[in-house]
Structure formats: C-alpha cells, structure tokens
C-alpha cells in the first residue's frame, strides 16, 4: 500500500513526499538518528551524556533537550501500544486469558514471572507547594515497580533432585549477603545510602549458583510508576502475549512483599507462588543472631534452620520460634528493631503468613526456580538509569523513562522493534493526544 504524498511549507520551501521518508510530522530527525537518540537516552546515565555519547560516536550535535523530548515522544507511543493490548486483552474470555495463546507463539516450558520494587526520586516543580529543599529530607524517594517476563527451561524430577542443603546457602558463604538482602547485621553499620534507597546488592545475583533449577532462556523488562493494581494488569497482558497462559508449568517468584503478593493472586493465581528462598533465609539469620551471644552460635542455629527449610520442614522452625517467642514474652510498644523480642516475633510472623509458599522439595521437582536473585540483577539494571541522589525526575519524566529502560533491556528488543515499524506507518498526519497524558501517574 502507497503511503500519501504530503506536501510540507516551511519558510516558502517545499518538502514533499515526507510520509514517504517514513517520518512522523513532529520527527525533526531521520528515523535512523531517532533511533540513536532513543538508545543513548536509555542506555547512558543521564540526557546530558545522551547528548555527548552521540557527538562522540555519531558525530551529531543534538542538545539533551531534544533527547528529553524525543525519549518523551517514544515512550507516550508504547503506552497508547500497551494500550491497546491491554483493552484487546480484558475483551477476551477468562478460560483464553488463562490458558489461551496468540497464534504462532511459541510457548515456554516454564513461564516465570517475578516482580520487585526500584527507587528514584521524584520532584514536580510545575505543581503547587513544592519545595526543593525537602529533597534532603528524603521526601522525594519513590518506588517503581518493575517485573520481569522470563522463559525458562529445564526438567521435571520424580524425587528431590537436591535434597541436602548446598554449601552456597550455609553461614559462612551467605551471611553477610542476607544480612544485606534483610537488612539483618548485628551491628547496623550497613552504608548509609543502602538503608535509605533500597540497596543494589553486587553478590545477590551469584546467590542462586549452586542451587538445581531452570536455565533462562529469554527475558522482557517491564517497568512503570503505575500502583500495582495497574501494574499487574499490564503485567499479565503481556505476559499473555508471549504464550505465558499456555504454558505446562507457570512459576511466579517474590520476596513477600504483600502488594507483590496480592498482584499475584488478582492476576496470576494459576501460577505456583513462590517465597525466594534468600529472603525466607534471611529472617533465620536475624532471629539466629538475636538470639544468641556469639558468632559460633548464631552460624549452628541459622544453618539448622536453613537446612529444614530447604527439605520443607517449615512448620519445625515455626514451632521453634513460637517456643523462644513464649519464652523471652512479647516486645514492648516501642521497642529498638535489634530488641531480640522484636526480632523472634517478626520472624515468626513473616513465617507464618508464608509457610504456604515455601515447599521447597516440590518447587525443585517442578524444576522451578527457588530465588529471585534474576530479579535482583533487573531492578539494578533499571535503577542505574533512573535512580541517583542528583537525580530528579517529572511524574512524567520518570514514568517515560521507566518504560523505555525496561524494553530497552529486553531480550525480544520491542524498543528497537517499535523504532524500525514506526517508519512504515508514518501517514504524514499530526496524531493528536488528549489532555491525559497516558503517562501520568
């Protein structure tokens, strides 16, 4: 099909044929320079070294505004994109959306979903009473949410194919990596910047080495600021594209959080529902330090509790923490979070609302994977571009670039995918959005 002939004025000069060339009225570059620009803007550290990588590799001079805006532009037209999937989606029948395919999509073998919350910062200058200088107060810190669509592959066992504890989950190799993960040291001397944003943790994502499961095979990032009620509805939609309904064995992985686990059981209550094991480990730990004098003590009772909760055996560390529970009496109303009272309490209770979710021994005859340290590794990934204590973002801003640094670090590459489309349904025509932005908040 032809593409109309537009005809452009521009200060007397005509330019023909523009929808011709593949560009949209408001491109002011080649698709090809577009293109440039987009991947700079995801894939650098700010629009500024956008702006340099592209006059040192590219030999183009193109401002950070204009990347700014471009980014912007590119990110508003996948939100209309999701848009779409997503009301296309709700249209079909409850026994398709859990269980149906697109045609010629391949389907995984194992359908893996895991999702986590990232920071960044985020500060409105156009709207009323804000004040700059609550930044250092810490006020501007918010949490966006971030999943990721993995396909994996690996056997199913008739038995247990690791029934003993592995050396990599024991206290002397994993201590120090759960007291971060659960924010769990003795001591508290945790980096400043840690306890305050989150933490982006170098060893979290080689925990899982040494532990049977999955072999990855393919990933897709998705990342917004949208609450989690809208977030799992977007997350299942393209999930669901990718053949994830359809699958055999469909896995869905968190760390407790209980908006997390409630997208699970709105969105995805057909998938199995699994505690990561590391955050399950990391409640051993503080109750097994809190209770004890010495280092030596502390490693014999974390690793006979991580051992019984690697066989499954849950239920015999819960009966142990009620019994020290009992005996050291409940923490009083205000009570410092080291308080050993506090701690055996936490934990217990942490146990006990998911208890449910920690059949280990099965989980590994499924062939699932027990942590979510894949998970991790992501939320690193994206924060890198989108979190900083210099960083501030628009609800817009941070939302726009949300969206694109997750589909730009995706192993399907729908970013560059959309980018090279783009130019075959240019129509020449202004396409008008409405007063809604579609990547507000």
Not at 43 to 59: F, I, Q
Request: hydrophobic share 35%; proline share 5%; glycine share 8%.
């Amino acid at each position: 099909m032809n593409r109309p002939t537009i005809v452009t004025i521009v200060g007397g000069l005509f330019f023909p044929r523009v929808a011709e060339l593949g560009l949209a009225v408001e491109d002011t570059v080649s698709p090809r320079v577009l293109a440039k620009m987009i991947h700079a803007g995801t894939m650098t550290e700010s629009h500024v070294a956008a702006s340099r990588a592209l006059l040192y590799l590219a030999n183009l001079s193109i401002s950070s505004e204009r990347v700014r805006r471009a980014c912007q532009r590119i990110a508003e037209e996948r939100a209309e994109h999701h848009q779409r999937m997503q009301q296309a989606f709700e249209k079909k029948s409850l026994p398709e959306q859990t269980e149906g395919k697109p045609e010629g999509v391949e389907v995984p073998e194992i359908a893996c979903i895991m999702g986590d919350g990232g920071r960044l910062q985020l500060l409105d200058r156009s709207l009323p009473n804000t004040e700059p200088c609550s930044a250092e107060k810490g006020d501007h810190w918010k949490e966006s949410r971030i999943a990721a669509i993995m396909g994996m592959s690996g056997q199913e066992y008739d038995c247990d194919p690791q029934p003993t504890l592995p050396p990599e989950l024991c206290y002397n190799t994993i201590a120090e990596t759960l007291s971060e993960i659960g924010h769990t040291g003795k001591t508290g001397d945790l980096p400043q910047e840690t306890q305050e944003n989150g933490g982006d943790y170098s060893d979290i994502a080689r925990c899982g080495e040494g532990i049977v499961g999955p072999e990855l095979e393919h990933r897709s990032v998705v990342a917004s600021r949208k609450n989690w009620e809208e977030f799992g509805r977007l997350l299942v939609c393209l999930a669901w594209y990718k053949g994830f309904a359809a699958a055999k064995r469909k896995v869905f992985v968190s760390d407790g959080s209980a908006a997390i686990e409630k997208m699970q059981r709105t969105h995805f209550s057909h998938y199995t529902s699994v505690l990561d094991l590391l955050h399950g480990l990391a409640y051993s730990l503080a109750a097994a330090r809190a209770m004890t004098q010495t280092e030596t003590a502390a490693r014999d009772l974390y690793n006979a509790w991580a051992a019984k909760i690697w066989e499954g055996k849950i239920s015999e560390v819960i009966d142990e923490l009620r019994a020290w529970s009992v005996k050291l009496g409940p923490p009083p109303e205000k009570a410092r979070s080291d308080d050993p009272r506090l701690v055996v309490r936490t934990s217990l209770v942490f146990y006990e609302n998911h208890a449910c979710r920690m059949d280990y021994p099965n989980y590994r005859r499924a062939g699932f994977s027990l942590t979510s340290s894949l998970m991790e590794s992501t939320v690193k990934q994206v924060n890198r571009r989108v979190k900083g204590s210099e960083k501030f973002w628009s609800s817009s801003g941070g939302e726009a670039m949300l969206r694109l640094r997750g589909e730009a670090i995706s192993d399907d590459h729908p970013l560059r995918k959309h980018l090279e489309s783009r130019t075959r349904h240019a129509t020449g025509q202004r396409s008008y959005r409405s007063r809604n932005n579609l990547l507000s908040i």
